[in-house]
């Protein structure tokens, strides 16, 4: 069973790079789904995308986060110009589409900003 | 803003006793609950669901209550094991399409053999 997989699992950067990361979503979901968690608080919504479509992305956090999913596949978010209060877990998750599917989630990747 | 809470950040119950875990939400969009498992190092894992046209939804020790009127839905874990020790995060979402999902903070449960 291969469920949703992301990369890195890990990453420490330095203020003011940038980084992308990588989620691959269950093969049948065309719904993926990025979210960002902080430390003691649950997951928060930021984008999502119905196949390459990107359906919702106001709830991104600034004009530094941007996603992307060119084929329907697997999806990258980056953060540019990287800020200590970025730092936290990014969760990607999956789901079909049309009416209440759950959504499944990926291990997360964990930001760490210097 | 908070729409989704969980004012126990953590709850700790004796194997085999009852756990209950509380969950009120704010906005009366919400029509569609969920509730999600976390274990360390690992993504949340969806555990079960609830629409707001039921009251009660259950599948196996779990089963979840919606008290729409209240704006409060708890989960019930009977009896309550070890390995259910985890965090467990209330969601809801509005409509019939789940693409905005509210998250509460969440609550450690910790089941003591």
């Known amino acids: 069973d291969t469920g949703v997989s992301q990369n890195p699992r890990h990453k420490i950067t330095k203020r003011g790079q940038n980084v992308t990361f990588r989620c691959d979503p269950i093969s049948e979901h065309n719904r993926l789904y990025w979210y960002r968690q902080t430390l003691g608080q649950g997951p928060e919504f930021l984008t999502y995308?119905?196949?390459?479509?990107?359906?919702?992305k106001s709830r991104l956090l600034s004009d530094r986060f941007s996603a992307e999913r060119p084929k329907g596949s697997f999806s990258t978010l980056e953060i540019q110009r990287t800020e200590q209060g970025d730092s936290a877990m990014y969760l990607c998750a999956s789901s079909l589409a049309g009416g209440n599917y759950e959504q499944y989630f990926g291990p997360g990747t964990r930001l760490t900003v210097t | 803003d908070q729409q989704v809470k969980q004012n126990s950040p953590s709850l700790s119950v004796q194997e085999g006793r009852i756990s209950i875990l509380n969950c009120d939400y704010t906005n009366s969009m919400f029509d569609y609950f969920l509730w999600y498992k976390k274990y360390p190092a690992e993504g949340p894992t969806f555990l079960i669901s609830?629409?707001?046209?039921?009251d009660k939804n259950e599948d196996g020790r779990f089963t979840v209550f919606l008290n729409k009127s209240a704006k409060h839905l708890s989960l019930h874990i009977v009896p309550s094991q070890p390995g259910d020790s985890a965090v467990y995060f209330c969601?809801?979402?509005?409509?019939?399409?789940?693409?905005?999902?509210?998250f509460g903070a969440g609550t450690r449960l910790t089941v003591k053999p």
């Open positions: 995308f119905q196949n390459e479509a990107q359906l919702e």
């Open positions: 969601a809801a979402s509005p409509g019939n399409n789940n693409n905005d999902m509210r």
């Open positions: 609830i629409s707001s046209i039921k």
